[in-house]
């Protein structure tokens, strides 16, 4: 487990989990990210164990892009195919 996320990645703001598990987190961070523009880009941490599987399969089926990871660390962009260019 890293103590810090890689320095190349660029993110609009963090999202901290804590110590919750992956299903309460998703909850929260869909609450989190429900405002916010297509594009975003979120940096989720999350020390869950479960987070390496759960996370990535959130992101398929809600259409969010999971740039990177690096447990505790993801790198996520909501609905980027929303975007208007």
């Known amino acids: 487990m890293s103590d810090k996320y890689p320095e190349h990645w660029e993110f609009d ?3 901290d989990g804590g110590e919750e598990t992956c299903g309460r987190v998703i909850i929260n961070l869909y609450t989190y990210l429900k405002p916010m523009p297509p594009g975003y880009k979120v940096l989720l941490i999350s020390k869950d164990p479960a987070a390496p599987t759960e996370f990535p399969a959130w992101c398929r089926m809600t259409q969010n892009a999971l740039l ?3 447990h505790p660390y993801y790198l996520l962009e909501y609905k980027p195919q929303q975007k208007k260019e």
């Open 13 to 15: 703001d963090e999202f």
């Open 68 to 70: 990177d990871m690096a």
